[in-house]
Nanobody
Framework: QVQLVESGGGLAQAGDSLRLSCAAS????????MVWFRQAPGKERGFVAG????????DYADFVKGRFTISRDNAKNTLYLQMNSLKPEDTGVYYC?????????????????WGQGTQVTVSS
């Protein structure tokens, strides 16, 4: 099974950029569809972006379209989330997750493998 470790979170000001990484260990990273979720204080974990394993098609939540970009480097077993034009409402813990399905799901319950999360805090 795959193990996931996020990094790259931290403090930012509105308008800044951050790049999150999710390093995967274990076999066959390329066989997993990968996603990012985030959880703000007092809120449920919500879908942010995903990239599938089959053709690298991507999907984004409406509130990040045009600002965030998800990508993967299968040679490095790493998933990325480039976050530009950050807003205070982007604050939360960001989690990467994996599924061996060839399609993306927006529900957290569809994902078996999770990282521990990385905190992103955006001040105004």
């Amino acid at each position: 099974q795959v193990q996931l470790v996020e990094s790259g979170g931290g403090l930012a000001q509105a308008g800044d950029s951050l790049r999150l990484s999710c390093a995967a260990s274990g076999p066959s990273f390329s066989t997993y569809s990968m996603v990012w979720f985030r959880q703000a204080p007092g809120k449920e974990r919500g879908f942010v972006a995903g990239i599938n394993r089959r053709d690298r098609a991507t999907d984004y939540a409406d509130f990040v379209k045009g600002r965030f970009t998800i990508s993967r480097d299968n040679a490095k077993n790493t998933l990325y989330l480039q976050m530009n034009s950050l807003k205070p409402e982007d604050t939360g813990v960001y989690y990467c997750a994996a599924t061996q399905a060839a399609v993306l799901f927006t529900s957290p319950s569809a994902y078996r493998y999770w990282g521990q999360g990385t905190q992103v805090t955006v001040s105004s």
